[in-house]
């Protein structure tokens, strides 16, 4: 891609011990596009997150964002500077309220000023939670969870929002509503990285697409030039990536 980069990962390996995790990983992410990152369990996409976010050393290489290095920054630093993410598995405060949720994503003072605007921009895009804002966490449906993990990240305006694996266990219609609510996400200037298993969706809401395979980015390119089954192929180790 040739589009400045918000967030660039640049030949980044990362090592538990003698097992080499991610090898020399490269990518980009444009401000103001969404970008997918296609992987199977124990792809690497876990331990990637991990050392974007701050949470993993790397043994080589660097985490570049809004043109700043940033590797192996403390995370809440590395979340002061707009970049966020969505956890895997829909993770929430479950003995807090809807609303103490979302002002946990608020933490930072610069974040606490705009409370007012954030909570009513959160509540916007879903209303669900608005209905629902007194509630303890623990009594929302699994999509409803998933809406107040994206919406509590959202609270620390990011540039940059990671969304790891947001469709894991729901229903389909419950997935294309969120996903839905991600493309408006976007269209507010919000640069998206969809963290997925699922080929074709991932392809379907993305402009560019990573699949990375035992550690390593094995294919690249726009979502609506890549083939689904050479992707599919790249993503299962088939052939030449093996």
């Not at 990962?9 to 969404?34: C, N, W």
């Not at 940059?160 to 996903?179: K, N, T």
């Not at 976007?186 to 997925?196: A, F, P, R, Y």
């Not at 050479?230 to 052939?239: E, L, S, W």
Request: some cysteine.
């Amino acid at each position: 891609m040739n589009d400045s980069a918000l967030l660039s990962i640049e030949g980044l390996s990362v090592s538990y011990g003698d097992f080499l995790a991610l090898h020399d990983v490269t990518m980009q992410f444009p401000k103001g596009r969404i970008i997918s990152i296609i992987g199977s369990n124990g792809a690497g996409k876990s331990t990637l997150l991990r050392t974007v976010m701050g949470v993993t050393k790397p043994t080589s290489g660097h985490v570049i964002f809004s043109n700043e290095d940033i590797t192996g920054l403390q995370t809440s630093k590395i979340v002061a500077k707009g970049l966020s993410m969505s956890p895997e598995g829909s993770y929430v405060f479950e003995d807090m309220s809807v609303h103490e949720n979302l002002m946990m994503g608020a933490y930072l003072p610069s974040h606490r000023k705009n409370m007012d605007s954030l909570l009513e921009r959160s509540y916007e895009l879903f209303p669900v939670l608005k209905e629902k804002s007194k509630q303890l966490a623990t009594f929302l449906s699994g999509g409803q969870r998933q809406m107040l993990a994206i919406a509590r990240a959202l609270m620390s305006e990011p540039k940059l929002l990671i969304c790891d694996e947001i469709s894991l266990g729901l229903a389909p219609v419950v997935i294309g509503d969120i996903y839905d609510r991600i493309l408006d996400v976007n269209d507010s200037g919000v640069t998206i990285v969809l963290v997925e298993q699922e080929v074709k969706r991932s392809l379907e809401y993305s402009d560019f697409s990573y699949v990375l395979v035992k550690g390593r980015v094995v294919m690249q390119g726009k979502a609506d030039e890549l083939d689904e089954g050479a992707v599919r192929d790249a993503y299962f180790g088939i052939n030449q990536f093996a």
